[in-house]
């Protein structure tokens, strides 16, 4: 897929942008703090909904504006083409594809895009949530039923935790823990068999940047004690959640971690091998996403010169030239050896928001 148009306006320091993009690789460049990145965000929010960076929802706007509004210009591998567009207004949030109010999980399921940045390293060391994420992202794009399972599941969790905080009986919790079990237990085994397949795709990548720590492992933890399902462990927590009023164990508080032969935990990790880590996974999951929907996702990298050293950065070019996506790179300069790459090159400064070609 190809992001052929990106209208940006009053998204951080961006007032009012219109973007033409090509299919091959796009270069923004210029100071820090002059828009790069927000370029970057605004493809990302056709795709995800939220911003790649973490707990900044309320300060997306442009300071002094009452809400931002992205839309893009999509061209698929069928060549049909879509039209999205994100708005916030007044502290709502507002999704459309073809113009057509659609809920976020409709936005989503219109656009992918996969990004590597600065804080991705938190995919590594961060909280489980970013994990979970992360995780969801990719089995929501090859497993159909996964997002009504999600649903199921949120709604039957509320419901309990609700029984939980009025003190009721425990016999009031047990509908709720049915539907619980039911949709939960099929949402670990969608996750699991997805972070299967990553693994197998994860290893090849991860041999090329961090091949001296052995073969990887990566491990589930899917939100109760192993060794029982999901109904048992509800039934066996049903005392202490009621002291606590809220459900400690389930789908919702399942994490995965990496770990290496010789570096298995990842507090044996430098920050540079987490971030190189990060910088596979997202790749990975780009992989996983064109076996299975037969187009590449469009592929950013924030800041590329900052993050890695001129060998890793040589080796990203080449892995994102294998992939044939799209790809946005920002950074203060061009990365090194990316105009003689080969592939087709724009390139763009940035300033204050404002852009020329």
Known sequence: MVLRELRIRNLRVVEDLSLDLGGGWSAFVGPNGAGKSSILEAAYLLSHGRSFRSGVRDSLSRLGSSGFSVFGRLALADEAER???????????????????????????SCAVVCFEPGSHELINGVAEERRRFLDWGVF????????????????????NTVL??????????????EMAESGSRISEMRQAYMDRLGSVLGDILGGFLGELGPLTLSVQHGW???????????????????????????????????????????????????????????????????????????CLDDLASELDQDHQARVIRLAQESDAQVLVTGTELPAGLAEAGQALQVFHVEQGRIRR
Do not use: M
Not at 143 to 160: C, D, I, K, P
Not at 165 to 178: D, K, M, S, Y
Not at 260 to 273: D, I, T, W
């Open 83 to 109: 039209r999205l567009g994100l708005a916030r207004n007044e502290g709502r949030l507002e999704a459309r594809v073809d113009g057509e109010a659609t809920g976020i999980a409709g936005l989503v399921a």
């Open 165 to 178: 905080r009025e003190g009721a009986r425990a016999g009031a919790l047990e509908p709720w823990e049915i």
């Open 225 to 299: 004690k192993e060794g029982l399902s999901l109904a048992e462990a509800l039934a066996e927590g049903r005392g202490r959640d009621l002291e606590r009023g809220f459900t400690a164990r389930g789908p919702h508080r399942a994490d995965w971690s990496i770990g290496f032969e010789r570096a298995p935990r990842r507090e044996h990790l430098s920050r540079g091998q987490e971030k190189l880590c990060a910088l596979a996974l997202v790749f990975a999951q780009a992989r996983l996403y064109a076996e299975h929907c037969g187009e590449a996702p469009v592929l």
């Open 141 to 160: 794009h090859v497993e159909h039923t996964f997002l009504s399972n999600w649903r199921r599941y949120q709604r039957a969790l509320r419901q309990r």
